[in-house]
């Protein structure tokens, strides 16, 4: 089913680029004392990227921490 979606078009999955990782690694280390994983960077640059502040997640915890641009905070889908 979840390969339908993503087929469908309707989801439209983000690049990481070479030229991204030096970004990727500023945010990792800034966030070390979380710590912030590669995935949850990318999610964080792509967030910058396309001026997104919404999430779904169900990692609370961190993405309470992380701000889109240093200073935005997420909007955490689901709601607790």
């Known amino acids: 089913m979840a390969w339908k979606f993503v087929r469908s078009g309707a989801l439209v999955l983000g690049e990481i680029l070479t ?6 690694h500023a945010l990792m280390t800034k966030y070390a004392d979380c710590p912030m994983d590669y995935a949850d960077a990318t999610l964080v640059l792509l967030a910058k990227r396309e001026s ?11 993405f309470s921490t ?3 641009d240093g200073r935005k905070q997420f909007q955490i889908l689901p709601v607790r």
């Open 52 to 62: 997104l502040t919404t999430i779904l997640t169900i990692d609370h915890r961190d």
């Open 66 to 68: 992380y701000r889109v």
């Open 19 to 24: 030229r991204d990782l030096s970004e990727l």
